[in-house]
């Protein structure tokens, strides 16, 4: 059973164009993240919500907005796309926001804006 | 405010030989340390952690000490196999910091056969 899982894997779009990213984890954990992962690999925090409260808003431009409906899920939906914005987006989750705690990371989704 | 900073890559060596990448941190406090290792294709797992000072973390043949004194986390193998290409990415977490973490660049590794 995968533990944190996101569709989809890949993604090709128009800028301009709308999209969402979806992310689901099994694992009864609290909280979920999302990042960015750039060309060089370095890794950006963007959100993270507890019990489907957010507690992490870094500064990410507001086309960019989270949502998620229950606990297990955390969706990502993008508006009017940019170049800039091609990337690998990781989702992740840990058991709660505890500093101690792992996070367990999906499998990414590589986006690409033509 | 928070910030790791990690050996630049890349890092290339032969297999069976000695890996060191290194990790300094800064941080008030007693944060928690992480190493995160991203296969290619793949997203991010644990590796290794340690939650306070002078704890070891160790997981398949890797170490790496929570040293307070030099603010330091240092990965090391003593001999490395081919499977352990991938990037490595050295973390930590506060407790006041509601979960977020601070990753370093990313060290990319390379080993051949």
């Known amino acids: 059973d995968t533990a944190v899982s996101q569709t989809p894997k890949y993604l090709v779009t128009q800028m301009g164009n709308d999209k969402s990213i979806k992310c689901e984890q099994n694992l009864g954990h609290d909280t979920m993240y999302w990042y960015k992962q750039d060309s060089k690999k370095f890794l950006k925090i963007m959100f993270s919500?507890?019990?489907?409260?957010?507690?992490i808003n870094e500064t990410v431009p507001n086309r960019f907005s989270p949502k998620s409906p229950d606990k297990a899920h955390l969706n990502l939906h993008i508006n009017s796309l940019e170049l800039g914005d091609s990337a690998v987006y990781f989702c992740?989750?840990?058991?709660?926001?505890?500093?101690?705690?792992?996070?367990?990371f999906g499998p990414g989704t590589r986006l690409l804006v033509l | 405010g928070n910030s790791v900073t990690q050996m630049e890559g890349p890092v290339t060596l032969s297999e069976e030989a000695f890996l060191t990448i290194n990790c300094t941190y800064t941080?008030?406090?007693?944060?928690?340390l992480f190493w995160y290792v991203q296969y290619p294709g793949e997203g991010l797992q644990l590796l290794l952690k340690a939650t306070k000072a002078d704890d070891k973390g160790s997981n398949k043949g890797f170490e790496a000490t929570y040293r307070k004194e030099t603010t330091s986390f240092h990965l090391e193998k003593g001999s490395v196999q081919v499977s352990d290409s991938a990037v490595y990415f050295c973390?930590?977490?506060?407790?006041?910091?509601?979960?977020?973490?601070?990753f370093g660049d990313g060290t990319t590794l390379t080993v051949k056969p």
């Open positions: 992740a989750s840990s058991r709660d926001s505890n500093s101690q705690e792992t996070q367990y």
């Open positions: 919500y507890n019990n489907k409260e957010l507690i």
């Open positions: 973390a930590l977490s506060r407790r006041t910091n509601a979960g977020k973490s601070t």
């Open positions: 941080a008030t406090g007693y944060p928690s």
